[in-house]
């Protein structure tokens, strides 16, 4: 165990508010889910199938950040704001040309977005209400969320706690105005909930980019440097952050493929599945969050060349993690007995959701720890392409296989097939344990 205080001081000033901000910024989402809940199943299953599309597309972003972690890091272990200045420059315009073309193809094409997980009529019709709306929030998000994480970083992290609770104060004001029709506004359903993301998006824009442009004053980034083309910047993103992004974006296609899946096994499958995994994400969000907190102290002692010291930080973080794993599954467990309760579904979908939960928290103990290790130390020290195909193999040739023979072939209880849509977490920890004890996952990125 790592004794410096100064370790944990930099740990959880980054990973506390970091995980925090990613459990509200997730509520917005939630949030939708939970207040159109009460409609019904056919809405509720409508707007969650809806909401997978947003969730890759939440991956893809949170690619575009996390590859960003590795350089802004590790020169920010160096103090090179000018650098950190020229990549700030180099992501955003990436984030705002992917998150353009996603939102054009949605917005004309809603009813294929809805077909790529569900053949029900019911569920393509009212999905796609909320797609053709929400598709407009995408490159708001993208925009503020890649702010807040390069800041993060830097760690700067009250920003992002601020940022993402006052867009879930919004989210959850217009939901209550426009799903429900009160205080004389139209009762708009699914297409309340679509509105209200759009606004609370649009104003967590205004506050992260009045914080960049005005307030931070170390790297003092400018609107013009959003235009200034930096070669050598843009090569090492493209080099060191591609493999990141390409993870996140796979693995938001592997989410894609089980939501495919899962969208043909029937309604009351796609319902309980979406109140355990709405929950579930919480669980991994926090957990994500911390180890941002991880990779920003492996990055910044990689860019300062104390090797050691990050061999040392690697396994204290790692076994804090192992400990912060049985903690949280243990609210999982508390929470299948309540969480199903609160929706407006049949007895079967709560009874089935309670049993995904409990399910969700067993594969959490495994995801605690491997997330630490991928998420955070590995990406911090430069080996996010080790990690891309980890994830690519486990996703495309264990999990996707598996869940497809156990729904459609074999026909197994769906309690089953919901475990094989989580079985690599029962094993990716033991390949992340292995990983780290060797040294070729330390790798400095920077340039003199």
């Known amino acids: 165990m790592v004794k410096d205080k100064e ?25 939708d889910n939970v207040m159109v809940g009460s409609l019904g199943d056919v809405t509720l299953a409508s707007v969650s199938l809806a909401n997978q599309a947003t969730n890759l597309f939440t991956f893809i972003v949170n690619g575009i950040g996390g590859g960003a972690a590795v350089l802004i890091s590790q020169y920010w272990g160096k103090q090179d704001y000018v650098r950190i200045r020229r990549i700030f420059g180099v992501i955003l315009r990436f984030a705002a040309v992917v998150s353009l073309v996603v939102c054009a193809l949605a917005a004309l094409f809603p009813e294929q977005v809805m077909r790529i997980f569900t053949s029900d009529a019911d569920m393509i019709r009212e999905g796609a209400k909320y797609v053709r709306i929400v598709c407009f929030s995408y490159p708001l998000f993208a925009i503020s969320n890649t702010m807040v994480v390069m800041l993060r970083w830097m760690e700067i992290v009250r920003i992002g706690l601020i940022v993402s609770s006052i867009s879930l104060v919004c989210n959850f004001c217009f939901n209550y105005l426009l799903i429900f029709g009160k205080f004389g506004f139209p009762a708009l359903g699914a297409r309340g909930a679509a509105i209200a993301t759009v606004i609370a998006r649009a104003v967590e824009l205004c506050v992260a980019a009045y914080y960049l442009f005005v307030r931070e004053k170390r790297v003092r980034f400018r609107l013009r440097d959003f235009f200034t083309h930096d070669r050598e910047m843009s090569e090492d993103f493209f080099r060191h952050a591609l493999p990141v992004i390409a993870g996140d974006s796979q693995w938001g296609l592997v989410g894609t493929a089980k939501a495919m899946l899962i969208g043909r096994l029937g309604v009351t499958m796609v319902s309980a599945n979406s109140i355990a995994d709405t929950f579930l994400s919480l669980a991994l969000i926090f957990t994500n969050g911390l180890s941002n907190g991880a990779c920003v102290v492996v990055g910044k002692s990689v860019g300062q060349k104390d090797y050691a010291r990050t061999r040392q930080y690697s396994n204290t973080i790692q076994l804090l993690f192992a ?50 290790c991928f998420t955070g130390i590995n990406r911090g020290a430069g080996d996010g392409k080790f990690v891309m195909k980890v994830d690519m193999i486990c996703g495309w040739l264990v999990v996707i296989p598996l869940t497809f023979l156990a729904g459609f072939v074999l026909k197994l209880p769906l309690p089953v097939v919901y475990l094989c849509t989580r079985i690599d977490q029962c094993f990716k920890w033991i390949i992340a344990f292995f990983r780290l004890r060797g040294d070729k996952w330390i790798r400095n990125v920077t340039r003199e």
């Open 7 to 31: 370790f944990y001081r930099s740990l959880f000033i980054v990973a506390l508010p970091a995980a925090f901000q990613g459990l509200i910024s997730m509520g917005v989402n939630m949030l």
């Open 323 to 372: 400990c912060l794993g049985v903690l949280v599954a243990g609210v999982v467990v508390a929470m299948s007995f309540t969480v199903p309760y609160i929706y407006n579904v049949t007895e079967e979908t709560r009874s089935l959701a309670s049993t995904f939960l409990l399910i969700g928290a067993f594969t959490h103990l495994g995801t605690c720890y491997h997330a630490a």
